[in-house]
């Protein structure tokens, strides 16, 4: 069983649309996906209650119970969580404990990477980051791949100690389709290709890791 932890220090990152992709991909795979919801707004949670009369429904699990372990189907084979907007290292330590890598959705703007270094900072001191038993990964989002602030931010973000494992572009898509349940993985005309290309990245590296 993969599980994969999408966190952020900041609010407004993309964060739970990234879990919720993640969770779409693996349940469109066929593997019988949870979505852990750790954040009190509860928007991945409802993104699955709209989802659930698909046959690529997805599970979704409150993050904020303490037992959520538990609640884990035996057949589960892929998990995603979402955790809590502003998380530091150390409100994260039980999905910490159960994650095979941690995805951090970083924007190319000044307060969202002060706020993803000390994020980082504080995830570089947790022990199985330190020892290389869980991989971080970092995904530079709501690109606009055309402007210099874009570039120049992906070109910071490369040089810091964790891997960019996908550069996201900016798009409206995302907005719409969180709000009727569904991903870009759900379609498969030439106008969602390019965004879902940008996801392969990503995709293959959570399969690596763990």
């Not at 270094?117 to 199985?128: G, S």
Request: charged fraction near 20%; aromatic fraction near 8%; charge should be positive.
């Amino acid at each position: 069983m993969k599980t994969v932890l999408v966190a952020s220090s900041k609010g407004g990152v993309g964060k739970t649309t990234i879990a919720t992709h993640l969770a779409a991909q693996a349940a469109l795979d066929g593997l019988n996906t949870v979505l852990v919801d750790a954040d009190p707004q509860g928007s991945s949670t409802r993104w699955a209650q709209r989802r659930a009369g698909l046959e690529s429904a997805v599970l979704p699990l409150d993050g904020t119970a303490p037992r959520w372990r538990s609640q884990l189907p035996g057949d589960t084979g892929y998990v995603v969580i979402d955790a809590a907007a502003g998380a530091m290292a150390r409100d994260l330590e039980p999905f910490l404990a159960a994650a095979n890598a941690v995805v951090v959705p970083v924007l190319p703007s000044t307060f969202d990477i002060e706020a993803s270094v000390a994020f980082l900072d504080t995830l570089a001191r947790h022990p199985r980051v330190r020892r290389g038993d869980l991989q971080v990964g970092l995904v530079a989002n709501k690109l606009k791949p055309w402007t210099n602030a874009s570039q120049q931010a992906v070109e910071l973000f490369t040089q810091w100690p964790y891997p960019v494992v996908a550069q996201l572009r900016d798009s409206q898509a995302y907005v719409f389709l969180c709000g009727i349940g569904k991903s870009l993985f759900d379609y498969h005309s030439a106008q969602v290709r390019e965004h879902q290309a940008d996801w392969q990245p990503l995709l293959r590296w959570l399969k690596k890791a763990g």
